[in-house]
């Protein structure tokens, strides 16, 4: 089965389940969980089911398109389902029947794995699903997002779409996964993957990102004083991937870290309720859809 | 209200989404403890009680209850299911605060072949129970509490977590002998795995031998808390290239399953083969300069200028915790290159191992073993409940990194402050203090702050360096309290004179403790507080004069307290806390009586001032280890 065609089943299984099929933010994200579709979303009472790709970038990842697992630019396959509807597990295993996974042949696992994300105040328990001793989708509960409670839960469903398909095409090498018939996801991203890398590393200017973060933040800062969560979401996005270029560079400390992680989270805090009010003065217009 | 027949069979289970190990074996923990009680609570007695678990389902059988209601039976089971807590839980109903470790979704509530019905988490129950995950939870119908264990074995699930440790055990190690090896006693591991699986199949797999050649910690990481592998050794603890996967399944697919994990396994220690050859090529010295591109704050520079400090304060440091010229050079060394592994490729991939890769690569280079050592013991103790260093040169680096942190971030002022600890500084000095703890050295916590201090890049003040030593005290205060030690003993301890000394703080409070449990306590804390607070606004006293001793009682006591005033002087100042208050026991019934025979406050004032001047110096013995009046008799 193809790359490609792993996301069309994915993305017919979930619209079949009754999923708004949504798209990538065009953001660098390092998770499609930073796409409003889900940050945004999962906040409030209002129901929310949605399937989208998400292209992530990972910048420590990097691996000078040497290595045969890892990549510092990847996709995402993400679902929330928001109210838990109850039956999501066998649902999930029934998409993997359609890639072609069965159950019964596998020994597949969902082993406890909770997941946190410091830089946007956010967390949630949940698992890792394993398929005969790899991992092939991150599942969680989310419980808070931007620091704030969330109710109702929502249900995260992240699938590692390459390890699936390279699991699917019995290739050991990411490069070798064909993305249609003909071409190769090596042909697409192979130096795609050696630049970003020698920039992740080697080239990027610490001084000028760590200028640019301070920057990124100010602006965040200001647009939020001024009312524009929206556009001021965007900054911190910003944020969070300079920092994560500069994590890759080597220049941040396990404290510098930790200091970076507080400043973000203020700021996506703010946002979320900033969200939240949006949603309450116009009366949770998702509420009466149904 | 109906009365059922006497000896029901009564049968809970609970079944939920899959349970992290812990929670389950929490949950077994809890439930053994609470069920006599619960039980009580609803009046009902009776035979065994068996408790059996998978990941997804807790499971309570109860043999042979008498006289139970359905009324009771109900709020037996509701008020089981609702007393059973987690260290982490989770919401996942609208508007509901309810929370467990994961999901419930089904419950089974049987008395006989009768059902209870019950409530909970917006589940109602009933009689069907589900099947394993890899057939896609099929139903599973039980007619009665008989039927249970065996209708769910039928579907290829054995609910006895005993039973699925011991086919784990027994499987893994024939798979072992099978390579002429065996595999590790890890009892942690073989907890874990019994709770990922609901019918255990344990396969054989192997790794290409080329990976035994990066380091085995790496290889053992990777298996074992990666994967939840059993490794094989051979007979003499040499890694061998096979591994065993405790797999949930039935026996006809077992080279799929075994053909997924190893290319997951060689993927993985691929990775670690790339990094350690990309480290290899180097000494770890020379992975030094790139700390300069690690920040550790921006007030306090990079984690280079931090090891520079390490080195430059170990004379410091080796003058005060006695070390010889050798040692001394040794500290200086591995101070140096302590910090040097977190710029090598292998750290990156495996945070963990930091420090411990420090160690192999310093031996791989030659370096004396004991700062190999010591650079993987400054890591120690990394969370609470860690292992400390083991030796004495790890023990005064570790202690080295943390005055460093600690002095560092409150310089600057940045403290922790309710739950916001980003720097984890709560960890930094609780792990000082639980390591000064062990050293068997008067040290002054104030004094050891302020001699220590001098190199970092910001100016610290006295003041700063007093609330840092009460930073310290406080994480100690909570340290003995999470032991369960009374506060009133803590508290007299260290606001005492001691306080400041971490080894006899540490000394004291435990041997004042197990006291505690003893019946002479009583008359021990009286004494001390007796004899302190009647003397408490005697400023200025005159020695005893024998002369003026005129009961028989109080002879005694002057006897006995000149006695008693040698030895206890001489263990307090050999730190030997635990000889010293022994000696003050003898002080005690002397005192007792003194107090109930002879009236201290004579209307002769120099009787009374010589009385006042015996208890006074009395109260002088146990003011040098505690304060008296801190201290509650129950």
Redesign the interface.
């Known amino acids: 089965m193809t790359f490609q065609k792993v996301v069309l089943k994915l993305q017919k299984f979930w619209e079949k389940y009754g999923c708004l099929i949504g798209q990538p933010y065009g953001l660098e994200v390092g998770a499609g969980t930073s796409n409003p579709h889900t940050f945004m979303r999962v906040l409030g009472?209002e129901p929310w089911n949605v399937a989208y790709v998400e292209p992530s970038r990972r910048p420590?990842d990097g691996r000078y398109a040497e290595?045969?697992?890892?990549l510092q630019h990847y996709f995402q396959f993400q679902v929330i389902l928001k109210?838990?509807p109850?039956n999501h597990?066998?649902a999930y295993?029934?998409s993997l029947r359609d890639l072609g996974i069965k159950?019964?042949?596998?020994?597949?696992?969902?082993?406890?794995d909770?997941w946190e994300s410091p830089s946007i105040g956010a967390w949630?328990?949940g698992?890792e699903v394993w398929?005969?001793?790899?991992e092939i989708t991150q599942y969680t509960?989310f419980?808070q997002v931007g620091g704030v409670d969330l109710?109702?839960?929502s249900v995260e469903i992240t699938y590692g779409i390459e390890r699936i398909a390279m699991?699917l095409q019995n290739v050991?090498d990411i490069k070798d996964l064909k993305w249609t018939k003909d071409i190769t996801y090596g042909d697409v991203y192979k130096h795609f993957e050696y630049a970003h890398s020698v920039y992740n590393f080697e080239a990027a200017n610490?001084d000028r990102l760590q200028e640019m973060f301070k920057l990124y933040e100010q602006e965040a800062i200001e647009l939020i004083n001024k009312g524009f969560f929206w556009p001021a979401y965007d900054y911190v996005l910003k944020m969070s991937h300079t920092f994560n270029v500069l994590d890759a560079?080597?220049?941040?400390?396990?404290?510098?870290r930790?200091?970076n992680?507080?400043r973000m989270r203020e700021l996506a805090k703010k946002v979320a309720y900033g969200y939240l009010a949006e949603r309450e003065k116009i009366e949770h217009p998702l509420l009466k859809k149904k | 209200m109906k009365k059922n027949k006497d000896n029901l069979d009564l049968l809970l289970e609970i079944g939920t989404?899959?349970l992290?190990?812990?929670d389950v074996w929490t949950a077994i923990e809890q439930i053994e403890e609470k069920i006599p009680h619960l039980l009580k609570a609803q009046d009902i007695k009776t035979g065994k009680v068996y408790i059996y678990s998978t990941?997804r389902r807790l499971v309570i059988d109860i043999k042979k209850a008498k006289n139970a209601t359905d009324d009771q039976l109900k709020k037996l089971f509701l008020s089981l299911i609702n007393s059973l807590k987690f260290e982490?839980?989770?919401?996942?109903?609208?508007?509901s605060q309810l929370i467990f470790?994961?999901?419930i979704?089904w419950i089974v509530a049987l008395a006989d072949d009768r059902l209870i019905n019950i409530k909970y988490a917006g589940v109602k129950s009933s009689k069907i129970s589900y099947g394993p995950?890899?057939?896609?939870?099929p139903k599973i119908k039980i007619k009665s509490v008989d039927d249970y264990l065996n209708q769910l074995e039928k579907h290829q699930i054995i609910v006895d977590h005993n039973k699925r440790k011991e086919m784990i055990l027994k499987q893994a190690k024939a798979l072992a002998t099978k390579v002429k090896g065996r595999i590790d006693d890890d009892k942690d591991l073989l907890d874990e795995v019994t709770q990922?699986?609901e019918y255990p199949?344990c396969v054989l797999c192997e790794f290409d031998k080329r990976y035994l050649k990066i380091p085995r910690e790496v290889a053992i990481m990777v298996m074992k808390k990666h994967?939840?592998y059993f490794p094989v050794n051979d007979s003499k603890g040499n890694l061998l290239p096979y591994f065993i996967?405790v797999?949930?399944?039935l026996k006809e697919?077992t080279n799929?399953?075994k053909?997924?994990?190893e290319?997951?396994?060689s993927?993985r220690l691929?990775?670690g083969e790339?990094f350690y050859n990309q480290d290899k090529k180097h000494e770890l010295e020379y992975f030094r300069p790139?700390l300069k591109?690690?920040?550790?704050?921006?007030n306090l520079g990079?984690?280079y200028e931090k090891s520079e400090r390490l080195e430059k304060i170990s004379p410091l440091l080796a003058k005060i915790f006695d070390l010889n010229k050798k040692e001394e050079e040794e500290l200086k060394r591995a101070a140096y290159l302590s910090k040097a592994d977190l710029?090598t490729s292998l750290v990156?991939e495996f945070p963990a191992l930091e420090g411990e890769i420090g160690k192999i690569y310093a031996k791989k280079d030659k370096e004396k073993l004991s700062v190999a050592q010591a650079i993987s013991e400054h890591r120690l103790p990394r969370f609470s409940g860690d292992k400390l260093p083991a030796t004495k040169l790890g023990q005064v680096l570790s202690i080295a990194d943390r005055i460093d942190t600690l002095t560092g971030f409150f310089a600057v002022n940045i403290r922790p402050s309710g739950s916001?600890d980003?720097?984890?500084l709560r960890r930094s000095a609780s792990g000082l203090a639980q390591i000064l703890a062990k050293i068997d050295q008067d040290i002054n916590l104030f004094n050891l702050f302020k001699q220590t201090n001098q190199f970092l890049p910001v100016t610290l003040k006295d003041k700063t360096v007093e609330d840092l030593v009460n930073f310290v005290k406080e994480r100690i205060k909570a340290d003995f309290k999470e032991e369960g030690i009374q506060d009133d003993i803590i508290k007299s301890v260290i606001n005492g004179p001691m306080g400041e000394n971490i080894y006899a703080t540490n000394q004291i409070i435990n041997e004042l403790a197990n006291l505690a449990k003893k019946d002479q306590f009583k008359k021990f804390v009286q004494a001390a507080k007796r004899s302190q607070n009647i003397t408490k606004n005697v400023f200025l006293t005159e020695d005893v004069k024998k002369t003026l001793l005129k009961e028989k009682v109080e002879k005694e006591l002057y006897q006995i307290y000149l006695k008693t005033k040698k030895s206890f002087e001489y263990f307090v100042k050999k730190q030997e806390f635990k000889k010293a208050i022994n000696c003050y026991q003898d002080l005690a019934e002397p005192i007792e009586k003194f107090f109930d025979n002879v009236l201290v406050m004579d209307k002769d004032k120099k009787f009374q001032k010589n009385r006042l001047a015996l208890l006074w110096q009395i109260s002088q013995l146990s003011n040098q280890l505690f304060i008296a009046s801190d201290l509650i008799v129950k």
């Open positions: 009472p420590v290595n045969p697992n890892r109210p838990d109850g597990i066998e295993l029934k159950a019964e042949k596998h020994d597949i696992r969902f082993v406890e909770n949630g328990l698992w398929l005969d001793g790899m509960y419980q109710d109702p839960p699991y050991s610490i560079r080597g220049s941040v400390g396990v404290n510098e930790a200091a992680f507080k | 989404e899959e992290p190990s812990n990941p982490k839980t989770m919401r996942w109903i609208p508007n470790s994961r999901p979704r995950r890899f057939l896609l939870s990922l699986v199949l994967q939840r996967v797999a949930n399944h697919n799929i399953i053909d997924g994990n290319k997951v396994v993927a691929n990775d790339f790139k591109d690690i920040v550790f704050h921006e990079s984690v710029a990156g916001q980003p720097y984890a």
